[in-house]
């Protein structure tokens, strides 16, 4: 499952990623077919920002309402020390993982572990990149 931000600035979709001159994502949910409408199998056909794109984790945080984490979120997270730290979620070529890339850290260098410890979602870099910024 990937995610993208919408380029008609009608929010965010969810679905299939589709490959192509332009990063398109196909929802998974069933529309009705007007002359307007792109499909493909009976699903919508989204062109997203491809800076947007993000994959699924395939794992919800701890926030109590077990928010779905996507790759390229801004989470809070407690370090191997026990502190506080914010980071994003990122992909590791070389690991093969996601992991959790700290505030201020080098590309991989600063890999404060797999998404296997406490984590909740706070925003994404593409609506809050703000929370990104060192203090």
């Known amino acids: 499952m990937y995610r993208g931000k919408r380029i008609d600035g009608k ?4 679905g299939s ?3 192509g001159r332009l990063c398109h994502i196909m929802s998974h949910k069933p529309i009705e077919r007007t002359e307007s409408t792109s499909m493909f199998a009976g699903n919508e056909v989204v062109p ?3 800076n947007s794109v993000g ?3 395939g794992l919800k945080d701890n926030n109590g309402e077990g928010t ?3 790759h390229k979120d801004i989470c809070r997270y407690r370090d191997d020390s026990g502190k506080g730290q914010t980071g994003s979620i990122e992909w590791s070529e070389t690991g093969a993982r996601f992991y959790i890339h700290a505030v201020g850290g080098d590309d991989e260098g600063n890999q404060d572990g797999d998404l296997d410890r406490w984590f909740f979602v706070i925003g ?3 609506d809050n990149p ?3 910024e060192v203090k």
Do not use: A, K
């Open 11 to 14: 929010g965010w979709v969810f």
């Open 17 to 19: 990623l589709l490959g």
């Open 48 to 50: 997203v920002h491809p």
């Open 55 to 57: 994959q699924s984790t």
């Open 68 to 70: 779905e984490s996507y």
């Open 124 to 126: 994404n870099v593409t």
């Open 130 to 132: 703000g929370l990104l």
